[in-house]
């Protein structure tokens, strides 16, 4: 019988910690610590709203609303992006690869002490299909149904082998039907959440909000009794990570070695962990003149990754040429593309422009009467401005191309990228799984330009692509999986729908003086970034209080 079937294997830690007052600091401040971890958050703003209707249409959120609310799967990122279950104790699919039955984990209680039982998941899951504005997960399923107390059947149109990672998706988690069934889901806030997860709101305030564990959450017990989440920015949680005012915060900190690990090596760490995907230069490719491949490849060997990566502080992170990040995808890349480094290929760049037909004439495109000049849109506000320089120079060394910069407030960058209002775009692509890095060139997401698109903001529509994405969903094991994901790879290579620059990190800062037991990048089953929902969980359950 041919199946799917992911078993549970996600062993939690249960330690139970005796909370003695023996680190650092005064006897009050130690004993304080040893109950409370200091979350720094520098990348959600200065304020905060009391706002954890995380299916609702507000943009403005709680933060960390993923350790209260959890989803049915998570992606181990350890082991290849895969999915696995998390609430779910295994999840497995037909022989035909359209209906998938989830069994759920049984000892699993909402924080007000009602158990989680399948009306719960028929409910959450229903939620993106009766109410499509809900659909934040991009869910593909068509039908839910309860089989019994703890298991719930979910049905696709087609074979579906590769789209599990809806379910681990933060904006598909499973909530009580018991309290969201009343509520107005387009006003509600939510302020007093009740969820499945570790922790409930202790206290709120627009600056720092505390969370307070549980102590029947069904994965162990938390060691710590407050998470404490600090409106914070990049440059004050430095300081703060210095004083260890904060134990923990998400900051890309360029000298972080001289400036933070070296001042106490034992306790500071500065860490990276390949996300599986890149930031990517992206093509309007349905427009001339980049719809013509020879375009894109010229353009594409004329981008110096490795000058980029230094501007940025992360050398020796350019991208492969397949969009994969070798960390996690080694095993699924082609043999050829393996640890491959685009590097500018003058000859080759020249070579691809002449057989697109264009010739460059006063740094315009021109080719059959019509003339182009070209612009690069990116967003102003990571300050893009010189990593697009550098490509627009090389452009210009290598073909004599001058291409106008065009830098826009991420917001408004981030409707022309939707709507198809640029040329050359820098955005970010990958996904679990090596479908899921390429399962957004698919033609089905295809809008017309002027028309907002969720995904394929390239326009990229090719019928090979179909297939292989098509029969990649209906793989049901790994090689056949594999050898499609390979196919893809030389598409994405040989027809350049998108041209990877350098790969993307999560960068993890932690001042390890009151708690320790942190992974590490070359010891890690679960990524200790502070907002991955049950990679946060198990990178919690897993710490200790220093002694």
């Known amino acids: ?100 039955t989830i069994e759920l984990r049984s000892d699993v209680t909402f924080s007000d002490g009602e158990a989680m039982d399948a009306d719960d998941v028929v409910y959450s899951l229903s939620l993106p299909l009766e109410r499509p504005e809900l659909n934040l997960a991009g869910v593909t ?30 904006s598909l988690p499973v909530v009580p039907e018991h309290i969201w069934r009343d509520q107005d889901l387009m006003s509600w806030t939510n302020p007093d959440p009740v969820g499945t997860g570790p922790f409930t709101v202790d206290a709120f305030a627009a600056q720092q909000v505390t ?17 404490k989440v600090l409106a914070t920015n990049v440059e004050a949680v430095k300081a703060q990570l210095l004083r260890g005012d904060v134990d923990w915060a998400p900051a890309s900190w360029a000298g972080a ?30 427009q001339a003149p980049f719809d013509n491949a020879d375009l894109r490849r010229a353009l594409a060997l004329s981008i110096p990754r490795s000058d980029i990566t230094a501007t940025l502080n992360r050398p020796g992170t350019e991208a492969g040429p397949t969009g994969l990040v070798d960390q996690i995808y080694a095993d699924w890349i082609a043999p050829e593309y393996r640890g491959a480094v685009q590097d500018v290929d003058a000859a080759a760049a020249q070579a691809a422009l002449a057989v697109s037909g264009f010739t460059v004439v006063d740094g315009a495109l021109e080719k059959d009467g019509q003339r182009y000049s070209p612009r690069l849109s990116f967003n102003q506000d990571f300050g893009w401005n010189a990593y697009a ?41 990958g996904g679990a799984g090596v479908y899921g890095v390429y399962g957004f060139l698919d033609s089905r997401y295809v809008e017309p330009l002027g028309t907002a698109a969720a995904t394929n903001i390239g326009r990229w529509n090719d019928p090979e692509t179909d297939r292989i994405l098509s029969d990649m969903t209906r793989a049901a094991d790994e090689d056949t999986l ?60 897993s710490l200790k209080p220093a002694s």
């Open 1 to 100: 019988m041919r199946t799917s079937r992911i078993a549970a294997t996600a062993a939690l830690a249960t330690a139970a910690l005796a909370l003695a007052a023996c680190s650092p600091g005064t006897a009050t401040s130690t004993a304080a610590r040893a109950e409370t971890l200091i979350y720094g958050k520098s990348d959600g703003g200065t304020t905060y709203v009391r706002n954890y209707n995380v299916l609702g249409p507000a943009t403005e959120k709680a933060p960390n609303a993923e350790l209260i609310y959890e989803p049915l799967a998570r992606i181990d990122y350890s082991n290849g992006a895969v999915v696995e279950p998390w609430l779910a104790e295994s999840m497995q699919f037909d022989e035909a690869g359209t209906a998938l």
């Open 211 to 227: 969370l307070k564990a549980r102590d029947d959450y069904w994965g162990g017990q938390v060691p710590m009794t407050y998470l």
């Open 141 to 170: 399923y068509e039908a839910v149904s309860r089989v019994d107390d703890d298991t719930v059947q979910v049905d696709f149109a087609e074979p579906s082998f590769a789209a599990l990672n809806q379910f681990a998706s933060s």
């Open 257 to 286: 070695e001289e400036e933070f690990v070296a001042q106490n090596p034992e306790t500071n760490l500065y860490q990276l962990y390949a996300t599986g995907g890149a930031y990517s230069m992206m093509y309007n490719t349905a």
């Open 389 to 429: 320089d550098i490509m627009i120079n090389s452009w210009k060394s290598v073909l004599g191309l001058s291409v106008a910069p065009a830098g826009a407030p991420g917001a408004a960058l981030y409707d022309q990228q939707k709507t198809g209002d640029f040329d050359l775009t820098i955005a970010t692509t």
């Open 482 to 541: 594999r050898s499609l994901g390979q196919e893809m790879q030389r598409i994405v290579v040989d027809e350049v729908p998108f041209s990877p620059l350098y790969n993307s990190y999560w960068f993890v800062d932690v001042n390890a003086t009151y708690w320790t037991g942190w992974p590490t990048p070359d010891d890690f089953d679960a990524v200790p970034f502070p907002s991955l929902g049950p990679d946060t969980v198990r990178t919690l359950l």
